[in-house]
């Protein structure tokens, strides 16, 4: 049997289930998954295998049986033999699990072993692929391996019958990891244990009851998790969550918050019933809300946004903390805490703990940690409900590392490198695609870091030695870099708009081909340009534009992204040409006249001026039209001026017709914005309320694409779209465009199990790759059939054609 079926109790559960069903034989972990032997009775057979299908445990996941008939052995006893490493691996790792309920009940049972335990945990619940070294999956392959059983725990893990039967990660008071709270000693310059905190096996409580003061008082602590180092401090404290906010240089982004229970979700927050499976869920997202105006939070959690980042609890610890915090806090008053990653802005989660102690001594007045490793970094998931399904931002903790199954198998093992972005990589082997968790930006050196050793531990762990890689076109990605820089075979680029689009074929098993509308930011383009608001026809071989935004100059290329007031001088102009200055519009009026003719200049002698379609930087024109982001001349962060222009959006009311626009004959039409530009300024003339003009701005591009999809469907008689791109992340959008094209009778495909950001893109381009290799090995074996090739090339062609 292949699937997520080790350290998920599959075996004590075939156990169970041969031994009630008369079955004598064995079972066994080996590194392609599990292997059973069974004799007895046919119907008894019939029996156990319905029974492997239909009531496997909560956490195991099984892709494939298969059955074999072998010569009765005439054994008498059903048993559980040693786990077997084979050279072919491809057992499936679980991913970290929320504590379980039974575990739970443990947890806060005075009369159990493991009361108030933060490291319990059993088969059905814990850590799993933060911890894991190697496979197959046993204790000695993880970093439990430097806790040795005590006799009580080595009883119930060698029980078959035992809720913690070669549970891994088994542990308890006596033998497992422990808390330690350090604090910040100023004469050592160095974090150091707490008063009473010293002998962690002796004062077992005392950290967590420590760190639950501290907190109450104010203190911003680090709290050692599952896959890294969160930052807390308690969410309705206004100076707390201030200092915070400074230390971690995060101007305007709002903090991840924990909450001990739905109750206290709803409390924060408008909850759907779908938002709050997805907060129960036991992957335990973060998942995004929209807040409650009567919301008792600090201002500083959340000073622009209205969304708001929740996440239940789900290690034991954290039931412990909020539980030890609800005893501290006034009644009537909920508990909040902020856990938000603990590392600077930009870069990635703290997770070794003598750098995480370097880089957590500027932001944290104390560290409650202990002394399991984490052997791979994972973020918390973010994820929201959008049109009625879940939509992922990021896709790590809880997600990470199940793969997703593709149609049809790979022809060679393979790699995807991501983008450059919100970096993910993406590994693959006949039908399954292992997407990583989220790495983040590739700009510095441990983001890199990060990226190399992911992809080094995902290949050892799933037997992945690719023979092709996928990258993303643009020169400068160090991704791309990489992927070039590698010494294997089949090297294939990919046009980053086509991978996006290629991510949701990828996902719904889409044959292909679609209409693709990929809309992003930044996207490099076969023609050098950067692309962004593409409408294409799609195959997983291939391309074509069939329309996109009309090209725009990029004024200073990065710096046009950080400062959106370039675009809406850029857009002003190509809309009225030189006399823009003269618009009476509040954006014109404080127009920087000796920035602005430094802008037009550049412009004019197309100086570091690429030409660009990007929707995103329309959406930050229109946002500095109408002055948003309100009180910065400086974008803080890539997306905040739409992300701002759509929750001004949101609050309008009332009808709100498209502005117009055009859309060129061309063959590769351009839709031109000029007449939505003239329309907006008349608008903001007439002073017509921001949000009205940001609702009808959603409007229109939401009808501009509705329209250019009608064209596509008349020229390439497709029925088809699929949606992909980080502007996708815009529900309003979204939602609008899904309604426009659903009424006119298209059907609509979007990201549901990855980012539709860039870090969907590497499934995209693995689905792209495979696609191409699997063309142009069949071409080559058809050539080599009739004996076309040379010799040398025809032992390249089938070393991997196999
Ligand atoms: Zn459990
Ligand atoms: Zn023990």
Redesign the pocket.
């Known amino acids: 049997m292949q699937g997520i079926v080790q350290g998920v109790g599959f075996r004590p559960f075939v156990y169970t289930q041969a031994s009630s069903l008369g079955l004598a034989g064995f079972v066994f972990n080996d590194s392609a998954g599990v292997t059973i032997e069974v004799e007895g009775k046919k119907d008894a057979l019939d029996a156990f295998q319905r029974a492997l299908r239909e009531e496997a445990p909560p956490l195991a996941h099984v892709n494939t049986v298969i059955v074999e008939a072998i010569a009765p052995r005439h054994e008498s006893t059903f048993i559980i033999t040693q786990s077997k490493a084979n050279s072919e691996r491809s057992a499936l790792i679980s991913p970290d699990t929320s504590v379980c309920e039974e575990c739970l009940r443990e947890l806060f049972d005075p009369a159990d072993r493991r009361y108030q335990y933060p490291f319990i945990n059993c088969t059905n619940c814990g850590p799993r692929f933060t911890i894991v070294q190697d496979v197959p999956y046993d204790r000695a392959k993880t970093t439990m391996s430097a806790f040795p ?2 006799p ?2 080595q009883t119930e893990y060698n029980d078959p019958l035992n809720r913690r039967f070669h549970a891994q990660p088994n ?2 008071p ?3 990891p422990q808390l330690q709270l350090l604090l910040w000693n100023k004469k050592l310059a160095r974090f150091s244990a707490a008063e009473g905190c010293e002998d962690a096996q002796q004062h077992t409580r005392e950290p967590l009851v420590q760190a639950a003061q501290r907190l109450a008082s104010g203190a911003i602590l680090a709290i050692k998790g599952l896959g890294g180092y969160h930052l807390a401090c308690n969410a309705l404290d206004v100076d707390a969550v201030q200092r915070l906010r400074q230390r971690k240089h995060r101007e305007v982004k709002p903090f991840a918050l924990m909450v001990p229970d739905l109750a206290t979700a709803r409390s924060l927050c408008q909850v759907s019933a779908t938002e709050a499976a997805q907060l129960e869920a036991r992957q335990r997202p973060i998942v995004l809300l929209t807040q409650r105006p009567d919301s008792p939070l600090a201002p500083g959690v959340s000073p622009t946004y209205n969304t708001l980042g929740l996440m239940l609890p789900y290690a034991p610890l954290h039931y412990l903390l909020l539980h030890a915090l609800a005893t501290l806090s006034e009644p009537g008053h909920p508990v909040v805490l902020i856990m938000t990653s603990g590392n600077l802005s930009d870069e990635p989660i703290a997770y070794r703990d003598e750098e995480a102690y370097q880089r957590l001594k500027t932001l944290a007045d104390g560290v409650l940690t202990h002394n399991r490793e984490i052997h791979i970094r994972c973020d918390d998931s973010v994820l929201r409900v959008a049109g009625g399904d879940t939509q992922f931002f990021r896709r790590a903790r809880g997600d990470t590392p199940e793969p997703l199954t593709l149609t049809q198998e790979t022809p060679v093992p393979l790699l995807a490198c991501g983008g450059h972005l919100k970096n993910t990589f993406c590994l693959a082997k006949g039908r399954q695609a292992f997407l990583s968790h989220h790495i983040g930006d590739l700009e510095n050196l441990e983001t890199l870091t990060s990226f190399q050793e992911g992809i080094a531990h995902f290949q050892q762990l799933f037997a992945i030695a690719p023979a092709a890689v996928a990258y993303d076109l643009h020169p400068e990605y160090l991704a791309s870099k990489y992927a070039l820089s590698l010494d294997v075979p089949h090297k294939i680029g990919v046009q980053h708009h086509h991978a996006h689009i290629a991510s949701v074929m990828a996902e719904h098993a889409l044959p292909g081909p679609v209409i693709g509308i990929a809309l992003d930011g930044t996207g490099y383009g076969t023609d050098g340009a950067i692309w962004g608001c593409e409408v294409m026809h799609v195959d997983y071989q291939g391309f074509q534009r069939l329309a996109h935004l009309a090209y725009v100059p990029l004024p200073g290329g990065e710096q046009a992204v950080l400062q959106p007031w370039r675009m809406a001088a850029v857009y002003l102009q190509q809309s009225y040409g030189p006399v823009l200055v003269d618009l009476d519009i509040p954006f014109t009026r404080q127009l920087n006249p000796v920035k602005w003719r430094i802008l037009d200049q550049m412009i004019a002698r197309g100086i570091n001026c690429p030409p660009t379609s990007s929707l995103g930087r329309l959406f930050d024109a229109v946002a500095a039209l109408l002055g948003l982001p309100i009180d910065s001349p400086v974008q803080r962060y890539e997306g905040q001026a739409a992300i701002e222009l759509e929750q001004l959006a949101s609050t309008a009311t009332g009808m709100c017709e498209s502005y117009p626009f055009a859309i060129g004959e061309q063959t590769t039409a351009e839709l031109d914005v000029g007449p939505l530009i003239r329309a907006i300024v008349d608008d903001i003339r007439q002073e017509v309320p921001a949000s009205r003009i940001a609702r009808r701005f959603h409007s229109s591009i939401a009808s501009l694409l509705a329209q250019t999809c009608t064209m596509a469907r008349e020229r390439t008689g497709l029925n088809t779209v699929a949606l992909s791109g980080g502007v996708w992340q815009n529900r309003l959008l979204l939602e609008e465009l899904s309604g426009l094209l659903a009424d006119m009778a298209f059907q609509v495909y979007t990201n549901r199990r990855v980012p539709p950001n860039d870090g969907g893109l590497s499934l995209g381009q693995l689905a792209i790759a495979a696609a191409r290799l699997r063309t142009e090995l069949s071409l080559k074996e058809t050539v080599q059939e009739h004996g076309l090739l040379q010799e040398q090339e025809v032992s390249y062609v089938s070393r991997h054609s196999r």
């Open positions: 059983l005590c009580t725990c542990a308890c006596t033998c497992g």
